[in-house]
């Protein structure tokens, strides 16, 4: 998922020379306007947030030399968070928004364990079909959650319509997680109301766990 790939990328980024810079403000360009366009009539849009994400991102680098007498040490990463983060926050107020909820929480699942979690269930009661629980166990899993990606995805999983990716997610995170019988359980449950060949390599791995644990 294009999210997860610019969030993981975020947390990795390590510029030394972006620690001296500081911020400025510069008037919006076309290309950003058009960007915003789009996320007002669907704040859902994945590629359009990537894209506006990479431009607050890169704006948050920007800078002058500061006068090193007064000015702050400020980490790179730090600005580009809150950079992200106020983007987010300004969708996540529109009643469809289920995306940018799904950033919020990610960016304040460590300092906010329990207003992350809120987050991402108002994200899964505003998007109903499946494809926000998977985004949600997605990045629980990638954040090192894997047993709380279980039990959020058990509880949210009927009111995504059982989901087949988002079943996947969740049988993925079992197996992380090392509960292969409930892998199992989860993948028989999900094929039983399915039927899908997009699980074939997940029963692959569901059979190696087992026969790996019976070895």
Known sequence: M????????????????GAKKTLTHRETTPREDELRAVLAADPNDEDAFDALVEIVR?????????????????????????????LAEELAGQPR????????????????????MRRLSLACERETTGLALTHAVAM????GASAEAIAFGVAHWELASRDVEAGREIVLAALESGRVAEARRLLDSLLESSGSPRLDDVEDLVAYAEKEQQA
């Open 58 to 86: 890169e704006r948050a680098d920007e800078g002058t030399q500061p006068d090193p007498l007064i000015a702050e040490h400020v980490d790179p990463q730090v600005r580009q968070n809150h950079a992200v983060w106020a």
């Open 97 to 116: 928004a289920w995306l940018p909820l799904i950033v919020l929480a990610r960016l304040s699942l460590g300092s906010d364990h329990e207003a992350a």
């Open 140 to 143: 629980l899993r990638d954040a």
């Open 2 to 17: 294009a999210l997860m790939s610019w969030l993981r990328r975020l947390a990795e980024r390590h510029d030394p020379e």
